[in-house]
């Protein structure tokens, strides 16, 4: 299977992860308050939806009293968050195929935002389910082998005997596939023994599109890294091959 976490966007994300920290954060604790409220429950072992968070938010080094006192909130009386999850799809230069998960309080004003964002940088918001056909959603564990401590065959063994799909070594990580229903029990299994990058449930592309036009290029960046620093944001998986 062809990397789909390239390792340079893996360390982009570490460099700008002091800067971008407290807004990662405050996404995830969204993320987590929907999950509880969702699910009606604060035990991740009663509420997958929330395990798959926490893996999440743990991987993003979020501290444990953070993903605490963001599940006693949610389970308050006096929380009056209202957060939904809406998806967009659209395309951007050249017919690259982009997936928005938000998080708001607010539809109209995301979708007018998201819309916006595809307008400027050369793309155009399509209809739901024009591009997520070409997509599959799959559990993925990004693990850490800068320093080459671990071994490539015990990581793979140690994966697959946890129910991993799928093992691929490229470029000083090591990348982890399961299916949705599959990734927490996984997770679980390799959380502790393994630095974990990232460990979240993704849209992986079916096929990759090159854009050779430094134009498209840099207009395309512009556009993830605006929908990246807005707030109701929380996911963007796109099939521009890096």
Same mark, same amino acid.
């Given at each position: ?64 009293? +953070?993903?605490?006192?963001?599940? @006693?909130? /949610? *389970?308050?009386? #006096?929380?009056? =968050? ?68 671990? +071994?490539?065959?015990?990581?793979? @063994?140690? /994966? *697959?005997?946890? #129910?991993?799909? =799928? ?76």
């Amino acid at each position: 299977m062809s990397g789909h976490s390239k390792w340079h966007n893996i360390q982009k994300t570490k460099g700008a992860a002091d800067a971008k920290r407290a807004q990662t954060f405050t996404k995830i604790a969204r993320e987590m308050i929907v999950a509880v409220k969702e699910g009606g429950s604060g035990d991740p072992a009663n509420n997958s939806r929330l395990a798959t968070v926490i893996a999440k938010a743990k991987a993003a080094n979020m501290p444990n009293d +953070n993903i605490k006192r963001t599940i @006693e909130k /949610a *389970l308050g009386s #006096g929380n009056t =968050d209202n957060y939904e999850s809406v998806t967009y799809e659209g395309y951007g230069p050249n017919g690259v195929a982009v997936i928005v998960e938000a998080m708001t309080d607010n539809r109209n004003r995301t979708a007018s935002e998201v819309r916006h964002l595809f307008d400027k940088y050369g793309g155009n918001l399509g209809a739901t389910g024009c591009v997520s056909w070409s997509f599959d959603k799959k559990g993925v564990i990004i693990i850490d082998n800068e320093d080459g401590e671990y +071994n490539e065959d015990e990581v793979m @063994e140690a /994966a *697959l005997e946890a #129910g991993a799909d =799928d093992f691929s070594a490229e470029d000083q990580v090591f990348e982890i596939y399961t299916t949705p229903e599959t990734f927490n029990d996984v997770a679980a299994a390799l959380e502790g023994k393994y630095k974990f990058l990232s460990a979240q449930v993704e849209m992986v592309p079916q096929n990759y599109i090159t854009l050779t036009d430094e134009d498209d290029i840099k207009k395309f960046e512009k556009m993830i890294d605006l929908m990246e620093d807005n707030d109701d944001i929380q996911n963007i998986w796109h099939n521009m091959e890096d």
